[in-house]
Nanobody
Framework: QVQLVESGGGLVQPGGSLRLSCAASQIIFSIFDMSWYRQTPEKRREFVAI???????SYADSVKGRFTISGDNAENTLYLQMNNLKPEDTAVYYC?????????WGQGTQVTVAS
């Protein structure tokens, strides 16, 4: 059974950094595409970043150059390093695993960027 558990959210000032983690049980990164999405206070769900099974990455334009997605196979953990955070990055961040047309989601972790 695939399970995804996010952690690492919190309150941070503009310009600050956070690292989100997604503990992924029953996941093999070389087989699954792993992504981060976020749901804004306006309830929009937005794509943030993807780590594909082949190892390539892509980012939403709004986070490019500030966020970095990575995976640790030994720890079965997906990360999102977020630097130079802005108030518009405030959202609930979700981890997603995709394989063979199926999707799995974590419960989300809240990130609030405010002074």
């Amino acid at each position: 059974q695939v399970q995804l558990v996010e952690s690492g959210g919190g309150l941070v000032q503009p310009g600050g950094s956070l690292r989100l983690s997604c503990a992924a049980s029953q996941i093999i990164f070389s087989i699954f595409d792993m992504s981060w999405y976020r749901q804004t206070p306006e309830k929009r769900r937005e794509f943030v970043a993807i780590l594909r099974s082949g190892g390539s990455t892509s980012y939403a334009d709004s986070v490019k150059g500030r966020f970095t997605i990575s995976g640790d196979n030994a720890e079965n953990t997906l990360y999102l390093q977020m630097n130079n955070l802005k108030p518009e990055d405030t959202a609930v961040y979700y981890c997603n695993a995709h394989n063979s047309g199926r999707n799995w989601w974590g419960q989300g972790t809240q990130v609030t960027v405010a002074s």
